[in-house]
């Protein structure tokens, strides 16, 4: 079975000034959260063997909370198809994922992310930032990873853990 966490990026600045809505930063909460949720994945003895993530600032810096709170040190990949995608382009993303990884977190927006967690699993779950859904995938392959096949294991904010 794989197991897919899907993480939406962290608190991010609206601060104006920034050229681009893709190069909006982390804000004081975001930076805070991020290592929050990196801590409780340790916590949690999660062993990622794969971090996927949308290369958006906000999701870059993200994603260097969850690293440094979690002391991974494994591949993380820059999918430039992750930003402003829809669920059912998440989905195919998905589903090119090598084999060899069987835990895999990935880092994204919204609402593509809390409607990928609704397709996979059937559950309807709110993804505020920093959230994480983890979702059991009962294939041999993802590629085989289709609508309504997943389970959802546990869904967690960082409010939660505050």
Not at 101 to 108: A, H, Q
Not at 112 to 127: A, P, R, Y
Request: glycine share 10%; charged share 20%.
């Amino acid at each position: 079975m794989y197991q897919l966490y899907l993480m939406r990026h962290a608190k991010s600045s609206w601060a104006p000034g920034y050229a681009s809505d893709f190069r909006r930063p982390l804000n004081r909460r975001g930076q805070l959260d991020a290592p929050l949720m990196g801590r409780w994945l340790q916590k949690q003895a999660i062993q990622l063997d794969l971090i996927l993530a949308s290369p958006a600032e906000r999701a870059r810096q993200t994603v260097a909370g969850v690293v440094e709170g979690l002391g991974y040190e494994g591949d993380i990949w820059w999918e430039e198809r992750i930003y402003d995608a829809f669920a059912d382009d998440l989905l195919d993303i998905i589903s090119t994922i090598p084999d060899d990884y069987g835990r895999v977190l990935m880092v994204g927006h919204n609402p593509g992310f809390s409607d990928c967690v609704t397709s996979l699993s059937g559950e309807m779950i709110n993804m505020p930032t920093a959230a994480i859904a983890a979702i059991g995938l009962p294939v041999e392959h993802w590629r085989a990873v289709r609508p309504g096949g997943g389970t959802l294991l546990w869904h967690m904010t960082p409010k939660t853990l505050k």
